[in-house]
């Protein structure tokens, strides 16, 4: 990426690889350092790029047909805050999933997700 891109524009070019499950242009949106978490647990899901690479590779082989859907966005400085709709994923029904990326010099340098929890 030449050209500077907003957060949110960083944050949808991901998006679009994620649903094109192309693992190349997934990973080139993130920092070398990557840090990807759950909360409220802390649980850290991926740490580094060639972690991430691993990860959603094997999620993608898996999941053909695995798909995010932006059901709203916030731009708040250097936060992105999607509301997500992922399907197709683990044989298990449509869920919805909060996620916080935090870019830094036009990268994803860090992603906490919220899992919405039936009570």
Do not use: C
């Amino acid at each position: 990426m030449t050209e500077k891109h907003s957060p949110e524009k960083i944050v949808q070019l991901q998006l679009d690889y994620y649903n094109q499950q192309d693992i190349d242009g997934f990973v080139s949106t993130y920092t070398p350092d990557v840090l990807i978490t759950e909360h409220p647990s802390g649980n850290v899901l991926v740490r580094g790029a060639e972690a991430l690479r691993e990860r959603y590779a094997k999620m993608f082989a898996a999941n053909p047909d695995n798909h995010a859907k932006l059901v709203n966005r916030i731009t708040f400085g250097p936060f992105v805050i999607d509301l997500e709709e992922v399907s197709g994923r683990d044989q298990r029904e449509p869920f919805q999933a909060v996620a916080i990326y935090e870019v830094r010099n036009q990268l994803i340098s860090s992603v906490t997700f919220l899992e919405k929890r039936e009570e």
